[in-house]
T-cell receptor, first 115, second 116 residues
Framework: DAGVIQSPRHEVTEMGQEVTLRCKPI?????LFWYRQTMMRGLELLIYFNNNVPIDDSGMPEDRFSAKMPNASFSTLKIQPSEPRDSAVYFC?????????????FGQGTRLTVV | AQSVTQLGSHVSVSEGALVLLRCNYS??????LFWYVQYPNQGLQLLLKYTSAATLVKGINDFEAEFKKSETSFHLTKPSAHMSDAAEYFCAVSARSGGGADGLTFGKGTHLIIQP
């Protein structure tokens, strides 16, 4: 399997623009997670889905952030409008929840720079 | 609610020496505990996990960790450091919810430096 695939790997955008980050989870996985990594706050869970349903979005920082999972093989994280403080590395992870054996597999991340 | 505290943002050891990275957790329910490694400009890779089976957990690259409930600790060790171990290490905790996987709560990370 190719693993969790995120696109783009790097994104530079101007303040106020809409940004869409994309994630393709590992085939067969039923849980998907979005994390944000910054120097100041470390790794933070933004939102996660089980079976395409959002379970907990309490980590989403503001209404400017939204995430969708229209099907089992695709998810998006959108920021509209973007701000410089949104600059971070955004990771997507997926897992197959079954009994005691759960492991989250991470993508390579999208490095977002908002200027 | 869960939280993780990693003691020491930077740890430096000599090549061949013992590696010890400290992690203490707080959880209101029996936790699942993980150690991840992150190499520069890469995603996170799982080193090992504790899911309520054996308290001493062995992972990849000769890393291991011991779950100590009385100390609420899950320290990561490796008998002999290698230059390739230089990376950022994250301890994480999760709790299983009724409906499926739960998200991970990460510590701040420990940057491991290997001196030649």
């Amino acid at each position: 399997d190719a693993g969790v695939i995120q696109s783009p790997r790097h994104e530079v955008t101007e303040m106020g623009q809409e940004v869409t980050l994309r994630c393709k989870p590992i085939s067969g996985h039923n849980s998907l997670f979005w994390y944000r990594q910054t120097m100041m706050r470390g790794l933070e869970l933004l939102i996660y889905f089980n079976n395409n349903v959002p379970i907990d979005d309490s980590g989403m920082p503001e209404d400017r952030f939204s995430a969708k999972m229209p099907n089992a093989s695709f998810s998006t994280l959108k920021i509209q409008p973007s701000e410089p403080r949104d600059s971070a590395v955004y990771f997507c992870a997926s897992s197959l929840w079954e009994s005691e054996n759960t492991e989250a597999f991470f993508g390579q991340g999208t490095r977002l720079t908002v200027v | 609610a869960q939280s993780v505290t990693q003691l020491g943002s930077h740890v430096s050891v000599s090549e061949g020496a013992l590696v010890l990275l400290r992690c203490n957790y707080s959880s209101s329910v029996p936790p699942y505990l993980f150690w991840y490694v992150q190499y520069p400009n890469q995603g996170l890779q799982l080193l090992l996990k504790y899911t309520s089976a054996a308290t001493l957990v062995k992972g990849i690259n000769d890393f291991e960790a011991e779950f100590k409930k009385s100390e609420t600790s899950f320290h990561l060790t490796k008998p002999s450091a290698h230059m390739s171990d230089a990376a950022e290490y994250f301890c994480a905790v999760s709790a299983r919810s009724g409906g499926g996987a739960d998200g991970l709560t990460f510590g701040k990370g420990t940057h491991l430096i290997i001196q030649p």
